[in-house]
Each structure stands twice: as C-alpha cells, then as structure tokens.
C-alpha cells in the first residue's frame, strides 16, 4: 500500500470551487487506484488578525479545519500570510503552521510520500518536512510557480534550493522542465507529468451553441482576468473581424479595464465577459466554440488548451509553455507572434477553414486522468522504493 499525503495550497473549497479544480482531479484520479491511500492537506493562507477578518478573507476563515471533499480526507490548516513581503516568509510560516499537523496526521495515516502540487510556497516547506518526518517529497511545477516565484528577488533563492533537495521533481511540459533546468535544478530528476482531460465531458456537440442562443462565428477564452492571460489582445483581435462574437470565462482585477476596452472599441454586443464560469460548465460553452483563443504571455501548459482541443475546438495561442507539445498538427489550431494582428489572422483563418471537430479532439487523446494518474504513482512508488 503507497500512503501519500498531498499538500497543495491550490485546492478547491466551498468559496472557491473553481481554485485548483486540476489538482483536486488529479487527486482524485490517484486515490482511486489500487493500493494508493490518499490524505489531503490544503493550507490557508491567512493575514493577521484584524486583517483576516475583512471581507476578502472572511469566507476563508470560517473554512472548516478538516473535512471530506469528494471522498476525500482533507485538513485545512492556517498558516500566516504576511502581506508586504512579496512572499518572503510565505514557506518558512508554512512548515511551521504544518509541523504539529502532520505530527498528529501521522499517527493514525502513516504516510509514505508527500507530494507537493504547486511548487511555492508548497516546495520549500515540504522539503523541510521531509527532512522531520524521514519521508521523500515530491514537487510539482506548473508555470506562475517558476515564471514568476522562482524569479522574484524575495523567492527565487528559497524555489532554486527546493528543486535541489526534493527527492523528484513533475512538471506539467517538458518546455517548463527547461525552465527548472536553467534555474539550476537537476533534469534527472525531473518528470514531464501531462495535466489530464475529462473525455466524456469536454467533447464536442453540434447542438451547443445553439442551446447557448448564439448564431454565428464564436470565440471563446478562458482564464482568470490578469494581465498575464492577454485577454486585451483577444478582444482587440477579434474587434477587427466584423460578426465575430467573443465570450471571455474568468475574473479578475483586470475586469473593469477590460469592460472600459470592450466600451471603448464599441463592441459590446459581440464581446462579453461572462465573469466566473463554474468549471462543470465550461464543456458546453467550449463546445459552442469555433475557436478558443488565448493570449498568455507564460503558461506551463494550460488545462484551457487541452479542454478546448477535447472539446473538437482548435485554438490559438501564442508560442509560450508546451504550446508545441499540444498543437502537434494543424488541425488543433495555431500557434502565433502574441498581438492582436497575429490573433486576427489566425482566427479568420480557421473560421474560414474549420477542421473537423473529431481531428481538433484526437490530438487531445493523450490527456487522461487515467494516464495522469498512473503516472504519479509510479513516480511517487519510485522514490519511496529509492529512499528504502
């Protein structure tokens, strides 16, 4: 039997169902193998008191302590989260808030392996408790936790000397392993670990953008609305393609810059932004789709991407993360210079010669969470087996 305990700051809870969704499917489709038992701890992070109790944090606050999500055991413990310090003491309050949980947790959960799913502040702090507990640790990267964590002044020290002490390294591309190699971190214990797919949700129907009252050509994007994800580019892309409708799933604080640009163009009774789209119905809105565009300027490799192809959408993207590790044919869309005349062309491209969808989708086909799944375990088999 492998005991595996998951530690990840980037889990979904009852006020943020859409927060991590990746990695509490990824979980999922682990604790569901033979001989694998699974324990969940999703930490919050928290600003002192007063501070934890306005508005922004409350609902996170009066999560419970523990409780079963999905069949899932799953503790949330709070650690301090000093605003201010760009993240400097982020990991070091982390083990320390985990130290005296894990204590009791491995009392009646013997755990074997922890397997960090997001690299910072998760990755320093389970190196740490690895290192009290005798148990190899595992970290995974999937982009913003390299991009940005592992270059900023305050913590890219702390993500750089993780990556040389965990027993094994998963990253979601092997473009992202590049990048963990050139932050000085060891490539032979790196391991591409491809996201997965929900194949029998996110597959395409004729009916949908019917259903969804909307006549004519449909791009959609997906992603939270940060400067990041280029959803400026999108709609001014899509401004120059006369009867092109856009519908942009996500929020963010960029949302009321982006209304004053969908204002500004005139063009809002093409271009809507739809604000938090719960992930359960993202599979009709991206069957709906003729294209799903998105303009990130770094990804590691997006769920949205593999979703969209799945969903019998190609998609255009620029040239950022495993872009070429998902669009392997032409079919699945195209990869272009990130501005929103590239954007343009391409749309138009494909919306004058549409693929067909079951092409679009086989190159989604290698994205399972059954694949996913084994994947992990093997990986986290492995290093229990090394370290006996």
């Known amino acids: 039997m492998l005991r595996v305990l998951t530690l990840s700051t980037l889990f979904p809870d009852a006020t943020r169902p859409n927060f991590g ?11 569901a193998l033979s001989d694998t038992e699974v324990r969940v701890v ?3 992070g928290l600003p002192p008191f007063p ?45 320390r808030a985990l130290a005296p949980l894990l204590t009791r947790v ?8 922890i397997d960090a799913s997001f690299f910072f502040p ?5 190196v740490a408790l690895g290192k009290r507990f005798g148990v190899p640790v595992s ?16 913590t890219s020290a702390a993500v750089r000397e993780a990556g040389r002490a965990a027993d094994g390294l998963l990253t979601v591309s092997e473009a992202m392993r590049g990048d963990m190699i050139a932050l000085g971190m060891p490539g032979d214990r790196i391991v591409v670990h491809y996201t997965g797919v929900d194949q029998a949700r996110f597959r395409p129907d004729a009916g949908a953008k019917a259903t969804l009252g909307i006549d004519g050509p449909l791009v959609v994007s997906v992603g939270a609305l940060i400067p990041r994800k280029g959803h400026d580019i999108v709609i001014d892309a899509v401004a120059r393609l006369p009867g092109v409708a856009l519908r942009i799933a996500g929020d963010g604080p960029e949302r009321a810059a982006l209304q004053a640009q969908i204002d500004r163009l005139g063009i809002g009774g093409r271009v809507v932004l739809l604000g938090p789209v719960p992930h359960d119905s993202l599979p009709p809105l991206l069957a709906a789709a003729d294209v799903m565009a998105l303009a990130s300027s770094s990804e590691g490799l997006a769920n949205a991407w593999v ?15 495993g872009a070429r590790e998902v669009l392997d044919r032409a079919e699945a869309g195209r990869i272009v210079e990130r501005s ?9 491209e494909l919306l004058a010669d549409p693929s067909e969808p079951a092409a679009v989708r086989e190159a989604a086909s290698r994205f399972t969470w059954n694949r996913n799944a084994e994947t992990l375990r093997a990986h986290l088999a492995a290093l229990v087996e090394r370290r006996r």
Do not use: C
Not at 106 to 113: L, T
Not at 122 to 126: K, Y
Not at 141 to 149: F, K, L
């Open 307 to 321: 979703e969209a192809l799945a969903s019998g959408t190609s998609i255009v993207i620029p040239d950022a993360g």
């Open 106 to 113: 491995r009392r009646e959960f013997a755990f074997d392996v």
């Open 122 to 126: 998760d990755g320093p702090a389970v």
């Open 139 to 154: 970290i995974k990267a999937r982009g913003a936790d390299i991009h940005h964590w592992g270059r900023a002044p305050a």
């Open 42 to 44: 999703a930490p919050v």
């Open 21 to 31: 969704v990746f990695v509490e499917r990824q979980t999922l489709g682990l604790a």
């Open 51 to 95: 501070l934890s109790r306005h508005a922004v944090y409350r609902g996170l606050s009066e999560l419970p302590r523990a409780e079963t999500w999905k069949g899932l055991a799953v503790d949330r413990p709070r650690f301090l989260n000093l605003p201010g310090t760009n993240g400097r003491w982020h990991a070091a309050m982390l083990a």
């Open 340 to 348: 929103p005349e590239a954007f343009a062309a391409a749309i138009g």
